[in-house]
């Protein structure tokens, strides 16, 4: 089990400040990781809260993120992120 909390990391072009919430789990990602990504993205003064990880989120995570405005980015995101990049 890995976990970090990428601080905030802002996007020079657009001026975006992103609160990122990493999870390396072998299992699906609970209610408390979108729980913590919404309290970093508070501390943190961000505009954007994202959980991230290389699993899947379960279906209390996903209605938990939509109504807090939390973005997750399973592990199918990040093969497509990946695939964008190789190519």
């Known amino acids: 089990i890995a976990?970090?909390?990428?601080?905030?990391?802002?996007?020079k072009e657009t001026g975006v400040k992103y609160g990122i919430q990493c999870k390396c789990y072998s299992s699906n990602i609970q209610n408390k990781a979108v729980q913590e990504a919404i309290a970093g993205k508070k501390?943190?003064?961000?505009?954007?809260?994202?959980?991230?990880t290389n699993q899947y989120f379960t279906k209390p995570a996903k209605e938990l993120a939509e109504k807090t405005g939390i973005l997750l980015w399973d592990r199918s995101y990040l093969e497509k992120l990946i695939n964008n990049l190789n190519n």
């Open 43 to 52: 501390f943190y003064d961000c505009h954007v809260g994202v959980v991230l």
């Open 3 to 11: 976990q970090c909390l990428v601080g905030s990391e802002m996007c």
